[in-house]
């Protein structure tokens, strides 16, 4: 629960440190990830085999400065190939809601270009899935009910609309813990994942 807290409070911070006369505009990010997680299982290795995340977003831009901020709530999906296995395994796919909060500075290179660097904290809650159930296993191993997390990216800005960037993302909380999965079974790994998003404002 203290991580909650700790999010919502970033969240106030942000916005009430950007000027009233804030330029807000409302748009659709979404993202690919382009870089395998892998989860290390002495009885089952997996990769992420797709991670995607799109959803709502709004921005606070200070024309003057081109320093504001972003808050977005992105549905996120990752589905997991069985890559290695040494015992009857699976582990099924992960469904979330990502909340990242970030600050934001804007170049401007001309009316049509220009670039972005932006950073933050997120948090994901889970929706369904990431359990692993392992054959003779009475209780699967399920996978956290929420993470925390630190993300940053940089891109470019095409005709003032469309942000096209490369973004990564690091958890900073484990999503399988001890009271999930035994030590000698599951070696717990931080998820890192590197993203291509789209963004889109109206």
């Known amino acids: 629960m203290r991580t909650k807290y700790l999010l919502l409070l970033g969240l106030s911070l942000l916005l009430f440190s ?17 870089v395998n997680n892998k989860l290390d299982l002495n009885i089952l290795k997996t990769s992420n085999r797709l ?19 972003e808050v977005s709530v992105l549905y996120g999906r990752k ?29 401007g290179l001309g009316p049509v270009f ?9 948090g994901n809650v889970k ?11 009475i209780n699967e191993y399920k996978s956290k ?21 490369l973004y990564f993302r690091g958890d900073l909380t484990k999503n399988y813990g001890d009271e999930y999965m035994d030590a000698g079974i ?11 998003g789209l963004n889109y404002y109206f």
């Open 18 to 34: 950007i000027n009233t006369s804030a330029q807000i505009r409302f748009g659709v990010k979404g993202g690919i990830d382009v």
């Open 51 to 69: 991670g995607y995340q799109i959803g709502p977003s709004v921005e606070f831009i200070v024309p003057a400065s081109g320093f504001g901020g």
């Open 79 to 107: 589905e997991y190939k069985i890559e290695d296995k040494t015992a009857d395994a699976t582990i099924s796919d992960y469904d979330y809601i990502s909340i990242p909060v970030n600050i934001k500075q804007r170049i």
């Open 114 to 122: 220009g670039v972005f660097f932006t950073g933050g904290a997120y």
């Open 127 to 137: 929706v369904n899935g990431g359990s692993i159930k392992v054959k003779d296993v």
């Open 145 to 165: 009910n929420f993470i925390l997390g630190l993300g940053a990216g940089a891109g470019v800005t095409v005709l003032r609309r469309i942000d096209v960037g």
């Open 186 to 196: 599951f070696q717990n790994k931080k998820n890192q994942t590197w993203t291509v």
